[in-house]
């Protein structure tokens, strides 16, 4: 149980263009989805936690209309980069909370070129 | 807020041997805390977790022990194997509140 996928799993655009990724809970239902980033090497940066039918809450220094989320169902974000540049390229892992514990997903490597 | 701390950041163990990583917090009020397994270019799995109101857990070859206390946790795993090597993330959250990530481990271990 407590499965979390993510779409897709590599991305290639280019410069300018926008992404979506999307994440979904599979076998249980997620009223809170969080969206990460993770450098090489690095550990876990929170970006935003994702409340289903409400606005995302971002941390400081993530730009929500750059990096804009929707969590319109129990099952289902999405997390949109647009305008994307080089500097967002990066591996973006969400995950989904059930009970206290979070589930994460398999990660989304984009590369903006 | 909660701040975590993790050691070693690397960790090479002979196969057989036991492997333990250990995490101190900050906040008193955290009560529940989660260990996850990151391989190369996956997302973490979750493999072991304990709350607050319990010392120790096992599971198999997998142990969390609890320090309320000195405020630390610590990650047992005993007979490792090749596939155990990973970076390895403590985590702490007081309730209602996110996840604190250590800053991971990378364990290797030999053959």
């Known amino acids: 149980g407590a499965v979390v996928s993510q779409h897709p799993s590599r991305v290639i655009c280019k410069s300018g263009t926008s992404v979506k990724i999307e994440c979904r809970s599979l076998?249980?239902?997620?009223?809170?989805m969080f969206w990460y980033r993770q450098f090489p090497k690095k550990s876990l940066m929170l970006m935003a936690t994702s409340n289903e039918g409400s606005k995302a809450t971002y941390e400081q220094g993530v730009e929500k209309d750059k990096f804009l989320i929707n969590h319109a169902s129990l099952t289902l974000s999405t997390l949109t980069v647009t305008s994307a540049h080089p500097e967002d390229s990066s591996f973006y892992i969400c995950?989904?909370?059930?009970?206290?514990?979070?589930?994460f997903g398999p990660g989304t490597r984009l590369l903006v070129l | 807020g909660e701040n975590v701390e993790q050691h070693p950041s690397t960790l090479s163990v002979q196969e057989g041997d036991s492997a333990v990583i250990k995490c101190t917090y900050s906040?008193?009020?955290?009560?529940?805390f989660p260990w996850y397994k990151q391989e190369l270019g996956k997302g973490p799995q979750l493999i072991i977790d304990?709350?607050?109101?319990?010392g120790e857990k096992k599971d198999q070859r997998i142990a969390v022990t609890l320090n309320k206390t000195a405020k630390h946790f610590s990650l047992h795993i005993t007979e490792t194997q090749p596939e155990d090597s990973a970076v390895y993330f403590c985590a702490s959250r007081a309730g209602g509140q996110n996840f604190v990530f250590g800053p991971g481990t990378r364990l290797s271990v030999l053959p």
């Open positions: 076998d249980f239902q997620a009223t809170t």
């Open positions: 906040d008193s009020a955290s009560n529940y």
């Open positions: 304990i709350r607050s109101n319990v």
């Open positions: 995950s989904a909370g059930a009970s206290e514990t979070q589930y």
